[in-house]
């Protein structure tokens, strides 16, 4: 087969055209027999529209369906949208996995944390330490973000080099290494970048990043102006964060207590890597309580208002050991991530009423984030050259945002694709020649499905109306052989008239079955429609809305 025969193609499933849920597929060869890598494998989380769900995962039937032409899985970081789906993915694909060492020790402290997920093993890598996989040879470069140990791949192909930036930023004084590689890109821009997938969360934001020794900085005049105690919560990943807010704890006099089993976890993967060295020992939960208040600072999750976590409980007063009290501050050193907003105002609210002070990055330099601004988006073009620029890991806004940039940059091919697209970057110009399977599959307790598997259609139906279970025994002549049993759960007890929602229900299953002629009575299943869309009208009519309802009609 000669070289012209072959393709490139690039493949995300996720996590372009939205934020989260990153999972991405290179192909090399002829179009019937391409070899694959993956890069990443996130989730994202679900609203309330998804009533029961853990998380969204995207659908991997296409990723299945290449069987062994997928040579190899690579996570560039430890962040829940890009490695979360791992374990459950994994085991359908068992091929090669490539992480770095933090990534491994999250996977594996959290495997033994939940107790019910395969184990994957793990092949770790460090920046500069090449491997191949297939006909693709991969070199993991140091980039900075939120979070210890981020990647981006420079990969080899037989028709151009490529970049996949995972996610970054330019920081010259970060908490907590590496930087950016600037002179591994540049080499790798003058041996020639074919096309770079690029990240870009930040593509409408002007300007640089601010330097996460600033938010220490910021940080530390926030403890130490405060009179009482300080709560600082943060994203549980982001080690450079916690390390800056235990330093600035360190300096000014106070000890660190870390509440939420998330943090804990995280912060045990970092001490085990030496990431910790040089932070006192933190409290425990049940010192806390005899510290002076103008001498702790907790770190806790639950920046994004999950009702679960440790910040939540402690705006409902809900801990046993940990409570804060009036005169107290509580710092959000982060970001509300788009839909969490109204748990998150919710928390905020439950500490107001407590007298407890709230400062957010808008009153104080506390948070920045980990992807790369505008800036800092042309400063990496100017290292990489690359010949396309394929817009990454963003909404619509922030992928268009992106590509116009990349454009006035002197960038012309700036190709637009999203989940599922299937983009030729060689041999010619990137064009978009087909469509693989996408979507959204979802776990749900021990389960993993599709929307209808999952049975989350009918649950959404379940929590706008409720369920009315019927049960009719009929006699040999089809006659009531006992009164029917009706009930409801989820609907009003009383309509406006204060009359039983039950007791009008059951009336409308009397009427159901007395209007059909006895010799019709034969047919069960038209009798149980009958009741059904009867119970339906009823409640309609007193309540306006159309429950589920389930009949069982039984003959003696």
Known sequence: MTKKDQDLVFVPLGGVGEIGMNLALYGYGSPKQREWIMVDCGVTFPGPELPGVDLILPDIDFVKSLGKQLKAIIITHAHEDHYGGLAQIWPRLNVPVYASAFTAGML??????????????????KAGERFTAGPFEIEPVAVNHSIPEPFSLAIRTPLGNLIHTGDWKIDATP?????????????????????????????????????EKEISAGLREVIEQAEGRVAITTFSS?????????EAARDAGREVLLLGSSIKRVVNVARDLGMMEGIPEFLAEDEYGYIPRDKVVVILTGSQGEPRAALAKLSRDEMRNVALASGDT????????????????????????????????????????????????????????????????????????????????????????????????????????????????????????????????????????????????????????????????????????????????????LGA????????????????????????????????????????????
């Open 108 to 125: 594996e402290a959290k495997r033994a944390y939940e107790r019910t997920r395969a184990e994957v093993p793990v092949t770790l890598f």
């Open 330 to 509: 509580v710092v959000f050193s982060s970001r509300a991530i788009p839909g969490n907003e109204k748990g998150i105002i919710d928390i905020k609210n439950g500490l107001i009423e407590q007298g407890i002070k709230i400062i957010t990055d808008s009153e104080a330099l506390v948070h920045v984030s980990g992807h790369p601004r505008r800036s800092e988006l042309v400063q990496m073009y100017e290292w990489v050259k690359p010949q396309i620029l394929v817009p990454v890991h963003g909404e619509a806004a922030h992928l268009t945002a992106q590509a116009e940039l990349a454009q006035a940059s002197g960038i012309s091919m700036t190709p637009r694709v999203r989940n599922g697209d299937i983009l030729r970057l060689a041999p010619g110009a990137p064009e978009v020649i087909g469509e693989a399977h996408h979507g959204r599959i979802f776990k749900d307790g021990q389960l993993i499905g599709d929307y209808d598997e999952m049975g989350i259609s009918e649950r959404r139906k379940l929590s706008f109306a409720g369920h009315v279970a019927v049960n009719v025994v009929l006699d040999q002549r089809f006659e009531f052989q006992r009164d029917p049993v009706v009930s409801a759960i989820g609907l009003p007890a009383f309509d406006v008239e204060g009359d039983d929602m039950e007791d009008i229900l059951y009336d409308s299953v």
């Open 175 to 211: 908490s907590l290494g590496p930087l950016t590689d600037e002179h591994r890109f540049r080499q790798l821009g003058e041996e020639g970048i074919l096309a770079m997938m690029c990240d870009s969360t930040n593509a409408m934001r002007d300007g640089v990043s601010p330097s």
């Open 238 to 246: 982001n080690v450079g964060r916690i390390r800056s807010i235990a």
């Open 513 to 556: 079955v007395e209007s059909i002629p006895r010799g019709r009575r034969k047919d069960i299943d038209g009798v149980r429609e009958a009741i059904r869309r009867s119970v339906r009208a009823a409640a309609n009519e007193v309540w306006g809305k159309k429950p589920v309802v389930t009949v069982f009609v039984t003959k003696v």
